[in-house]
Structure formats: structure tokens, C-alpha cells
């Protein structure tokens, strides 16, 4: 019953609920950035289980030490996912299961409400009309590190090309990135949560 | 090499693990790198947005709760003193209870507290303690300078013409601290002091000046 009731609360005052041992806050959570960190996780990883244990032992990550979020920093389902892919990476790095096809038309999310896959639709197409303005080289970069676990330093020996050259990409590609989502990065579709009051 | 063009492969996680270590420390002590990890973490946060792909089975979110809960430690649990509390039955009830020694009491609270923000602060606050109640109907997080939110669990929404009201006991007498009309977080509206006790009665719409029904759950900070 109360995790229905928690659904007026920002995500941000749901992590600091998180960090009271509240857990139908991180019920709350889960269902939603689950769907979202299982897929970014699955896109990584490319195998089920393993998707899973990245998914989980991120929230888990999130239970232990939700505290010491800052929301001055990040938004927290944007650090949630943080916590998932970092995991994602490191798993596909320890297994040595990375895939090389830079980018492959995924599967539309079968589950959530229409208005939900609307949006989450449509932050997609935003994403990757942005990706495509970038210069071949720059998207390459980003991609093959975000999406398939590589460090700058494999890159670099992949790609044939010295390390500083990567590590100029990576960086001028970000920030072309940055630039091109320029205020939709503040006032993403799959923010449901504005500060309501309660009374 | 320049070190800022890290905070690109950082927020990518795409450093070595030493790198990503030797890159944490320099973030520590350079704000102009912190500012470009916070724009870039908002890049690849809209990265994973865009991911797509298939949803999770959904026995994985019973396995995380699971696991969670198999691990919950921080929070204090409530130990029945030597002068139980139970259910109070009236006003009079209160007083006596307030009699055998419930505590000093509360002085407003100056500021204004309202929604959400307030809720994130009391929530967020890192010198916040956590107490729960009796059955586990709810957990009192109290700050140290007094304020206080209950997060309350168990109970069904508040009936068509009433409302759940908060109580803080103060020199024997229940003090009006807040109304809510169903589960979920509510803020008190008054300080609490270490050690004082919290109830919640359901009462007309509106709240009364003192409490006239049996409390549902009572907790306290200590």
C-alpha cells in the first residue's frame, strides 16, 4: 500500500527514503528506472543473466549507500543508472563477452504504458539524431565505450590509434553531445516526478 | 595529457581502474571538472535512456527486495521501555501517560515547512536518525535540530471526512503536529526534542485541539 503512496515523492526524496532502509522506496525506484537499467544493462552485457546481476547489484549498490547521493550533482535516477552501467562494464569486461557491433536496432520495451513508450520513444529519436550530428570518429568513440564496455585504452589499440587521440574524442565528442540535447537534458521525458505537495 | 578531458572517459566509464581512481582524486580538488562530469553525466544518463531493449523478467525486482531486506541494519529498533505505552484511549489517557515521565516538549517550528523540498530535507538529511514504531506501522526520521517526518506504512487512506493527525506529547499535553490523509510520508509541523513520542489518531477532517479517538501507533526518539 505505501509504495503507491510514495508516488508523489521526486526520486531524489525516494533515494533519501532509500537511505532511511525505507524498502518500498526502493520498490519505488525499481519500478521506475528498472526497465530503463535492465535494458542500458542487456545492451552491455547481451545475455539475460548477466543482466540481470548488473541490475541488481546496482540497487543494491543504491540500498547501501544511498546516502551518500548528492542531489546538487545529479539527478538521482540519472545517478541510479551511473550505478548500473558502471556495474554493466565491469562485468563485461570480467567476462570478456563484449560484442563489436557498435550499434544494433533493439528491441521496442514490451511492457510500461503507452505514454510511457511514447516518451521513452521519444527520447530515443532525440538521442540518436543527436548521435548521428556527430563527426563518425566522436560517435564511434562514445559508442564503443557507453554501449560496449570499452576502455579508452582498448579503444585505442582496437581502433589503431594513440590513446591521446582517443581520449580527444571521447571528450570533444561529449561535449559536441552535450550541446546538442542542450535543454532537453534537463527536462527529460521520463521525468514524472515534479515536487507536489502532499496536503 | 590533459587530465580534464578525462572526466569525458569517467563519466563513460571508460578509464582503467587506476585511471578511474587517479581521476576520482583529481575531481576532489578541481571544480571545473566536477562541473563538466555533472553536464556529461546528464549526456550519458540520456544515453541510457535511449538504450531501448527488452524489460526485465519480473522476478528480479522480488529478488532485489528480497536481498534488501536481508541487509536493512540502519535503522533503530523499538525497544519497549520500562513504561510501555500502549494505545491511548483518551485525553486523559495522554496525560497519564505524559505523567510517568514522556518528556520535555517541542517548540514550533520557525521556518515554514511545505511539500516536497521539505520532505527532501528532512529525508536527505545526513544527521537524521531513523526510529521505528512498535508493529512497524511506521519509521519516525527526526534531524538533529528537531525536525521530523514520519513515514507511515500500514495504514488504509483516512476515511471520506477524516484525517490521520500527528501528535506530539509536550508537558503532558498532546500538541497538534500534523495531518495526513493516507500512507506515505508526512512532515510534523512542530520540532521534536530527543526523546519525545509521536501518535497518530484519526480525527475529523481538519484535525481537533486534542486528541478524542485511540491512538494507532505511537513512536519515539530514543
Given amino acids: 500500500m505505501l509504495r503507491r503512496d510514495l508516488a508523489h515523492l521526486s526520486d531524489e526524496a525516494l533515494v533519501a527514503l532509500v537511505s532511511r532502509s525505507e524498502e518500498s522506496a526502493l520498490a519505488e525506484l525499481y ?29 543494491l549498490d543504491l540500498w547501501r549507500s544511498a546516502g551518500s547521493f548528492i ?17 554493466a562494464v565491469d562485468l563485461v569486461r570480467r567476462e570478456q563477452r563484449r560484442r563489436t557491433e557498435p550499434l544494433e536496432n533493439a528491441p521496442e520495451p514490451t511492457e510500461g504504458s503507452a505514454e510511457e513508450a511514447a516518451w521513452l520513444r521519444l527520447d530515443r529519436e532525440r538521442v540518436q539524431s543527436a548521435l548521428a550530428k556527430l563527426p563518425d570518429q566522436q560517435r564511434e568513440a562514445i559508442e564503443l565505450a557507453y554501449y560496449g564496455g570499452y576502455s579508452q585504452s582498448e579503444l585505442a589499440e582496437r581502433l589503431g590509434e594513440p590513446l591521446g587521440t582517443i581520449k580527444s574524442r571521447m571528450f ?3 561535449s559536441r553531445l552535450r550541446e546538442l540535447l542542450g535543454n532537453g537534458l534537463e527536462s527529460s521525458g521520463t521525468e514524472r516526478t515534479p515536487w507536489t505537495s502532499t496536503s | 595529457m590533459d587530465l580534464h578531458e578525462l572526466t569525458a572517459g569517467y563519466a563513460l566509464d571508460a578509464l582503467d581502474p587506476a585511471e578511474r581512481v587517479a581521476h576520482e582524486e583529481h ?101 537524521a536518525r531513523t526510529y521505528e514504531s512498535a508493529s512497524g506501522e511506521a519509521n519516525l526520521v527526526v534531524t538533529a535540530s528537531g525536525e521530523a517526518a514520519l513515514v507511515v506504512r500500514t495504514l488504509a487512506p483516512a476515511p471520506a471526512g477524516k484525517d490521520y493527525e500527528i501528535w506530539i506529547f509536550e508537558n503532558g499535553v498532546a500538541r497538534r503536529a500534523g495531518l495526513f490523509e493516507r500512507p506515505g510520508v508526512a512532515l510534523l509541523t512542530r520540532r521534536l526534542e530527543p526523546g519525545q513520542s509521536v501518535a497518530v489518531t484519526l480525527e475529523v477532517d481538519g484535525g481537533v485541539d486534542a486528541p478524542t479517538r485511540a491512538a494507532l501507533f505511537t513512536t519515539s526518539s530514543a
Fill in chain 1, 31 to 59: 519500478d521506475r528506472v528498472g526497465g530503463i537499467a535492465y535494458g542500458l544493462a542487456f545492451r552491455i552485457l547481451r545475455d539475460e543473466s548477466l543482466a540481470e546481476d548488473a541490475v541488481q547489484d546496482a540497487f
Fill in chain 1, 71 to 87: 542531489p546538487e550533482r545529479a539527478k538521482a535516477s540519472t545517478w541510479i543508472l551511473t550505478l548500473v552501467h558502471r556495474r
Fill in chain 1, 172 to 174: 570533444s565528442g561529449l
Fill in chain 2, 27 to 127: 575531481l576532489s580538488s578541481c571544480e571545473r571538472c566536477r562541473e563538466d562530469l555533472q553536464a556529461f553525466w546528464q549526456v550519458s544518463g540520456a544515453l541510457a535512456h535511449a538504450t531501448g531493449g527488452p524489460m526485465p523478467p519480473a522476478s528480479l525486482r522480488g529478488r532485489i527486495l528480497e536481498q534488501a531486506r536481508s541487509e536493512r541494519s540502519n535503522v533503530v529498533p523499538f525497544r519497549r521501555r520500562r513504561f510501555v505505552a500502549p494505545a491511548l484511549s483518551s485525553a486523559a489517557a495522554v496525560a497519564a501517560v505524559a505523567a510517568i515521565g514522556l518528556g520535555l516538549w517541542a517548540t514550533s517550528l520557525s521556518r515554514d515547512l511545505d511539500g516536497a523540498e521539505s520532505e527532501l530535507a528532512v529525508l536527505g538529511d545526513p544527521t
